[in-house]
């Protein structure tokens, strides 16, 4: 699955470097739309998503994927009233699955996450690669001996 996230990363940035860096905010709303609000707060190297889930019977039935820069949310939200009819909708029951890009790489790990009052809690870390340039390893050759 990991080789699937980087090959979706990689297709686009080639895409904002066609169209724009800012060519996928016109499309933001309509993709939003598909699945659970989402916010994002940012505070030094760390970053908390909070995702709106009402109606989650099981929080195992929430799956939540995070690679690189990509946070995965699939699921299915249930609203049981019987003997009504649904009048309006607002909010969207049922399955779901929503893909947010996140503002900077992040670890795997620490990862935390919590579900409460219907918001799922993420705390994640910022992924501060090693500037260290490459050493060579060197090769012991056996037959020399």
């Known amino acids: 699955m990991g080789d699937y996230w980087s090959q979706m990363y990689d297709w686009r940035n080639k895409m904002n470097k066609f169209m724009g860096d800012d060519f996928w905010t016109d499309f933001q709303?309509?993709?939003?739309?598909?699945?659970?609000?989402?916010?994002?707060?940012?505070?030094?190297?760390?970053?908390?998503?909070?995702?709106?889930?009402?109606?989650?019977?099981?929080?195992?039935?929430?799956?939540?994927?995070?690679?690189?820069?990509?946070?995965?949310?699939?699921?299915?939200?249930?609203?049981?009233?019987?003997?009504?009819?649904?009048?309006?909708?607002?909010?969207?029951?049922g399955p779901f699955e929503r893909i947010v890009e996140l503002p900077f790489p992040v670890r795997d790990k620490p990862i935390d996450a919590s579900y409460k009052r219907g918001i799922l809690l993420i705390h994640l870390h910022r992924l501060i690669e090693s500037r260290e340039e490459k050493k060579r390893l060197k090769i012991t050759d056996i037959d020399e001996s």
């Open 29 to 93: 709303d309509m993709f939003a739309s598909n699945g659970p609000l989402v916010n994002l707060y940012e505070a030094g190297n760390e970053l908390i998503c909070t995702v709106y889930l009402p109606g989650i019977k099981k929080i195992d039935d929430v799956d939540v994927y995070i690679h690189y820069r990509t946070l995965k949310v699939k699921g299915q939200t249930t609203m049981d009233i019987k003997g009504y009819q649904n009048v309006q909708e607002e909010y969207k029951h």
